[in-house]
């Protein structure tokens, strides 16, 4: 789906970095993909939704059988809980993440890899923020920004909540002005950098120049929120 900041200059900047290093997408970052998609499917076949947005090296197709993956987890908490994960009120989380990192994986790779979950949100919680239309709602912001620029698992799962939002440009409008915020936690964060150089790295080691145009776009992505950082919050 079309994503809800798209015409951002962040986002534009940030998925055409991505379009390009995808272009030379890994057999272990599709394997990853390949291997959430069975999870999220045999895991709503228990009766369990959930739904991914992966993010790091195989969200840009970069992964290694080394690499480890970093995700958001999206659950439907128990008992119609509407408030954020985690929380001593819902054990759906711990449930998913110690049947995902501590018996799937295992399970189904002989290397096994490092899964941390960065961020869930609670389904519940969202639908509410989304009737709401509260545009300084966390869960609400964040929902956007991953749909902006991860790449999703399960995508089914998180459509309904995507379009709502999409129907509602009045406050995709008003959420605008704070994805300053969340651009300026990731783009300053020493991770993201380090990321970056290494996908160039990646590329070198197989022999893949990157043009210019690229490198530029490259600096340009990790000085662009502090260039507009009092255009936001």
Same mark, same amino acid.
């Given at each position: 789906?079309?994503?809800? %900041? ?8 940030? =998925? ?13 970052? *599709?394997?990853?993909?390949?291997? %959430? ?13 959930? /739904?991914? &947005?992966?993010? /790091?090296?195989? #969200? ?12 958001? @987890? ?23 993440? #110690? ?22 949100? #609670?389904? =519940? @919680?969202?639908?509410? &923020?989304?009737?709401?239309? &509260? ?22 799962? @998180? ?8 129907? =509602? !440009? ?11 915020? @969340? ?9 993201? #950098? ?12 197989? +022999?893949?120049?990157?043009? !210019? ?9 990790? &000085?662009?929120?502090? *260039?507009?950082?009092?255009? +936001?919050?």
């Amino acid at each position: 789906m079309i994503p809800p %900041f798209q015409d951002h200059p962040l986002v534009e900047e940030f =998925n055409e970095l991505k379009k390009y290093f995808r272009q030379h997408e890994t057999e272990a970052s *599709r394997r990853r993909i390949k291997q %959430f998609r069975s999870f999220a499917r045999v895991i709503a076949e228990a009766g369990l939704p959930v /739904g991914f &947005d992966v993010m /790091g090296s195989v #969200n840009f197709g970069l992964a290694t059988e080394n690499s480890d993956v970093d995700l958001v @987890l999206y659950v439907v908490c128990e008992d119609g809980y509407e408030g954020e994960c985690p929380s001593p009120h819902c054990r759906t989380q711990q449930y998913v993440e #110690n049947l995902l990192i501590h018996t799937w994986i295992r399970g189904i790779s002989d290397s096994p890899y490092p899964v941390q979950v960065v961020d869930c949100i #609670n389904l =519940n @919680l969202l639908k509410r &923020d989304l009737e709401k239309g &509260d545009p300084e709602s966390s869960c609400l912001l964040r929902f956007a920004f991953y749909r902006s620029v991860c790449r999703g698992v399960n995508a089914r799962l @998180l459509r309904p909540y995507h379009k709502a939002l999409l129907e =509602n !440009q009045e406050l995709v409008e008003k959420m605008k002005p704070y994805l300053w915020t @969340l651009f300026d936690e990731l783009v300053k964060s020493s991770k993201h #950098n380090y990321s970056l150089m290494k996908y160039q790295d990646r590329l070198s080691q197989l +022999g893949i120049g990157i043009p !210019q145009s690229i490198l530029g776009r490259i600096r340009g992505h990790l &000085d662009q929120s502090r *260039r507009h950082h009092g255009d +936001g919050i």
